[in-house]
């Protein structure tokens, strides 16, 4: 039922939602609920109690299930009951461990490796992307000469550098056809989530950089921030490469991938101009290496 629930989370009372178009009844109980329930967190926390009430009232019957709505909207008014949710909210986080608890290094990288898979769960397209992209990255560091550290560092990079997909919707990500210029614009932002949300966890705010910038370029024509130049240092151009080798060679539902040698053809178009070409050079020696081992 919380499978069934989750799923239907942006189904619209008037069926004009999202995935199924469900209309009414036939959106379960438990989704037209949470489904309030969000808007009303976000909105109380945001905006305070009027806004709330008029985005209830504005989309009651067109969102939100109507009798619903108004039991939200007289909730609104028991300004007692609002206390003690916001005090109870207190209790809760005043009762959570301190920040001092610690995982150890192993620990980090299964919970590192356990979101990687959610990550690239969340799309048919995505399979074993950044699991892959840790891969290469680690790979090219290790041939850059970088020690164990920046290793770990690269490798977790990898494993997390597309995190902020996670808050973009499928509608977008999974479209198949050309984008429209604000779903682009969406996409384009994943890096900026990726950063807001490795900075702020202290085991992995010192790899949050390399990984929020593995779609820029050397010459500032990438995105989100257009960051080139000096400012992109090693660990990120590494990123960026790895990224793309990547996307290029892993088969996807529509397309085969392509060979490593094209790959390679492909990025040394690139070279010191978008792409670093020590990355691109230890690139090409990494592709040798695998394949004269699995010869
Ligand atoms: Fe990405
Ligand atoms: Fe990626």
Redesign the pocket.
Known sequence: ATVEAIHSLDEHWNGGGYPAGLRGDAIPLLSRIINIAQTMEVFLARDGADATRSILEERRGRWFDPVLASVALDLLDDTDLLRSLREADERVLGAEPGRARRIDERGLDDVAAAFAEIIDAKSPFTWKHSTNVAMYAHGLGAQLGQDAAMLTRLRRAGLL??L??VGISNRILDKTGPLAPHERQAVEA??VY?WEILRRVAAFADFARPASL??EKLDGSGYPWRVGGDDLDLPARILVVA?IYEALTASRPYRAGVAPEEALRILERDRGTRLDAAVLDALAAMVVNVEERTL
Do not use: R
């Open positions: 550098h597309d902020g997909k994943h890096p990726t593995h779609h990224d």
